[in-house]
């Protein structure tokens, strides 16, 4: 579709060379920032391991005991203590190392009525026996979380060789609007109905690019390949593939069998009965509604070249039927009287959104919350091997069909999107460091605590600079046919079934023990 | 801008595979401060007088506070976004570590996972 276009992007990239391909960028500044936070945080071990160990050693065995009572007898005073032994326990398991950054990095909070709420963390604390409210300004960890994504920025311009002035003033003034798209996300009913911040990202950027046009001055911070393909590359870092044995074999076959075949059918679906205009939309859709929401949308966009309104309009497709499926499937699983082990895996497994389903998991209880929440992480992880493989596929097949040229492996090589080579190289890195015992684990956690957060400003900032170079007419030209809505609808309901039918095979008649223990 | 530097800007790519700064950015329409302001009058409005009046609304209201009760934020994008899932993840583990034959099908070779 976009042959000529992507063509000469290529013949610019050959131009530019290795340094000045935004994709190598991407993996310097995740690599930078990953890496110093390791460094960081490997410099902060806790003073007093063997004296850590044994208060989890001790917290362990309370719970245990705690387990033991509640089966004989079930209490809700129990079920209380045991979360907060969980909740302790984590929390014990993470100090063994600490980041130094994380002081000065924060997300911006929710708020209802006042949007400066959004500038406070309220926590509920426990004082003199009385729960009070605290609420701790986080203005300084929002300006930090910022002023990293500057300084990538800056690294970025310099080997770029982009004038650095001009850069930062451009930079700042999406700061704020970045700042202004989160704070809409923050609002309540915003938030805890799953619309996450790409679209409002979008809209502001949209709402100045469609009125009075997106300013020259802004033009050097529009980098959105750059915000991306470097949040990617953090995100890879909380891609641990050791969450894919959680839930053993039934874990493996629902989140890992149903969910290619799903991504497949509907690809195959798009284009031989839908016969959609777009490869890379029909691509980008199928992986957002099978996979995991936006995320999976970001990543494949990214690995098959999309353009940027099918991003847009994949994402918003997502987070409009996601909304609506948070809420209708507890309410049909509950008329129905399903199983709550049963109900969680439809739900992980169906639900595109990682935070919809938690909260569709929690309005059924605690055990499909469980199991909602573990299936999803699992099909999480999915994520680094879909886009990978979505890469592979489109250098070798979809742009050899559309050059009619059969690329060899040097080409394949050439033409493969590099960024997925930092993706999967932060995942396998932070899989390996996790695996090394529980120390090796909060190394892990208190490095993605700080990428994490860092991760959310540039994807917010990729889908400003998309607003800012969206003409609405062009958008609203990809939903005339209903096509891209006819893919999502079709393939869900494909989801669905499928998910439903391998849960039930799964956990109620091959592995039945597996869904007993789950609700112990 | 120049014409030539206009028609570049028309001819560049606009997709996520591209590279360099080059986009293609839609000019203004006309009127457009009066359309920018009346936008920006609509977003506020419904930000600041509708949206919480919906999250007034009591099955809304039920939600969100069942919600936040449970530290679960829905907008989280990945699992690593979830503040429970340490939690829920260290549970999951501990009941797998425990029960290996109950998803393995055979005790002897079933993985090993972190526990507490």
């Known amino acids: 579709m976009s042959t000529g276009t992507e063509a000469s992007a290529d013949a610019g990239v050959k131009k530019k060379g290795l340094i000045r391909s935004e994709d190598w960028l991407a993996i310097i500044l995740g690599g930078i920032l990953l890496l110093g936070a390791l460094a960081a945080s490997a410099t902060q071990p806790d003073k007093q391991p063997e004296e850590r160990l044994k208060k989890i050693d001790t917290a362990s065995e309370r719970l245990k005991a705690l387990r033991a009572s509640s089966e004989s007898q079930v209490d809700a005073d129990t079920q209380k203590a045991i979360k907060s032994g969980e909740k302790d326990l984590a929390k014990l398991k993470a100090g063994f190392y600490s980041n130094p950054a994380k002081p000065y990095v924060a997300k911006l909070d929710s708020w209802k009525a006042n949007p400066a709420e959004a500038f406070y963390v309220k926590e509920e604390i426990v004082k003199d026996g009385k729960k009070e409210k605290k609420e701790t300004l986080i203005l300084p960890g929002v300006a930090g979380a910022l002023a990293i994504c500057l300084v990538l920025f800056v690294i970025g311009a310099v080997l770029l060789g982009e004038p650095l002035l001009p850069s930062v003033v451009a930079f700042a003034a999406m700061a704020v609007l970045t700042t202004i798209s989160l704070i809409l996300t923050g ?62 074999v039934p874990g493996i076959l629902v989140s890992w069998v149903v969910t290619p075949i799903t991504l497949i059918t509907t690809y195959i679906f798009g284009q031989h009965v839908l016969r959609m205009p777009s490869k890379s939309l029909n691509m980008v859709i199928s992986a957002d509604m099978s996979v995991c929401g936006v995320s999976a949308a970001i990543a494949t966009g990214a690995a098959c070249k999309a353009k940027k309104e099918e991003l847009s309009l994949a994402i918003g497709i997502s987070l409009a039927f996601t909304a609506v499926m948070m809420v209708v499937m507890p309410l049909f699983i509950k008329w129905v009287g399903m199983d709550p082990v049963l109900a969680g895996v439809w739900l992980g497994g169906t639900i595109d959104s990682t935070g919809a389903v938690a909260a569709a998991g929690k309005i059924l209880g605690d055990i499909a919350l469980d199991a909602a929440v573990t299936i999803k992480m699992i099909q999480n992880i999915l994520i680094g091997v879909v886009s990978f493989g979505v890469a592979v596929y489109w250098v070798s097949y979809v742009e050899r069909t559309e050059t009619s040229q059969r690329p060899d492996v040097k080409e394949i090589w050439y033409r493969l999107p590099k960024f997925v080579l930092g993706f999967v190289g932060a995942s396998v890195l932070f899989s390996w460091i996790y695996s090394q015992g529980l120390q090796g684990q909060a ?54 079934a499928l998910t439903l039918l391998m849960a039930w095979i799964m956990f109620f008649h091959v592995f039945p023990q597996a869904a007993e223990a789950l609700k112990r | 801008m120049s014409e030539q530097a206009a028609s570049q800007i028309r001819e560049a790519p606009s997709t996520l595979g591209a590279t360099g700064s080059e986009f293609d950015v839609p000019t203004s329409l006309p009127g457009g401060w009066i359309s920018f302001t009346a936008g920006a009058v609509c977003v506020g409005t419904i930000w600041l007088i509708v949206l919480p009046l919906i999250g007034d609304v009591p099955a809304v209201a039920d939600h969100i506070a069942l919600q936040k009760q449970g530290n679960i934020d829905p907008s989280a994008m990945f699992y690593t976004d979830l503040a429970i899932a340490p939690v829920v993840a260290a549970r999951a583990e501990r009941i797998h570590a425990e029960n290996a034959e109950c998803f393995w099908g055979w005790p002897a070779s079933s993985p090993s996972l972190p526990t507490e």
């Open chain 1, 187 to 248: 609002q309540d009913t915003v938030k805890y109905y799953n619309f996450e911040y790409p679209i409002w990202a979008l809209l502001v950027g949209m709402l100045i690019s469609n009125t009075i046009g997106t300013p020259s001055f802004l033009r050097p911070a529009i980098r959105t390949e750059l915000y991306i393909k470097t949040g990617l590359v953090l995100l890879g870092a909380g891609v641990l593939l050791s969450r894919l044995l959680t839930l053993g």
């Open chain 1, 443 to 496: 190394l892990a956690g208190s490095v993605t605590g700080v990428t994490e957060t860092v991760r959310e400003y540039l994807f917010c900032l990729a889908f400003v600079a998309i607003g800012l170079e969206t003409n609405f007419v062009e958008l609203s030209r990809y939903l005339k046919d209903g096509k891209a809505i006819t893919l999502y609808v079709c393939g869900q309901t494909l989801n669905l």
